[in-house]
């Protein structure tokens, strides 16, 4: 596997996932704390849209090339 598309891939990888685990928590933190940013509609459509693709991979079962890498080499 060229190491380029490898290192590209875990970098857009780690910001999908921080972007899901991330805005569940400011949303949370932001509705709690009256914020404004837990209240932006662009923001938490967004997040909704990347959740329902995580969704609909798993539905389809679909699974990450870097879980199919991790499965293939026994991690």
């Not at 923001?43 to 798993?58: D, K, N």
């Amino acid at each position: 596997m060229n190491p380029a598309y490898s290192r590209s891939n875990l970098g857009i990888h780690f910001l999908f996932a921080a972007f899901v685990v991330l805005g569940f928590i400011f949303i949370w933190i932001g509705y709690f704390t009256k914020q404004k940013f837990a209240r932006n509609a662009k923001f938490r459509i967004c997040h909704i849209l990347v959740m329902g693709i995580v969704l609909c991979e798993s539905l389809i079962g679909l699974i990450c090339s870097k879980s199919g890498l991790h499965a293939e080499n026994g991690l």
